[in-house]
């Protein structure tokens, strides 16, 4: 058994909020909630799904 994580498998979950204190307190969160997903931030409205490939 490895630590390494296979992407294939990995969920990644966009955090969209303007404030920056509040995105880092949930991606905080969240990330020792759930250990096997990716986390990203965005500060502002849907823009960023073009980066993530989703269609939202």
């Known amino acids: 058994m ?3 994580t296979e992407s294939r498998g990995q969920k ?3 955090i969209v909020e303007d404030q920056a204190l ?3 307190t949930l991606r905080d ?3 020792g909630a759930f ?3 990716n986390f ?3 500060a ?3 823009a960023p799904a073009a980066d993530t490939g989703a269609s939202w």
Do not use: H, P
């Open 2 to 4: 490895t630590n390494k």
């Open 12 to 14: 990644t979950v966009l």
């Open 22 to 24: 509040m995105r880092q």
């Open 29 to 31: 969160f969240l990330q």
């Open 35 to 37: 250990l096997s997903c």
């Open 40 to 42: 990203r931030e965005a």
């Open 44 to 46: 502002i409205g849907m």
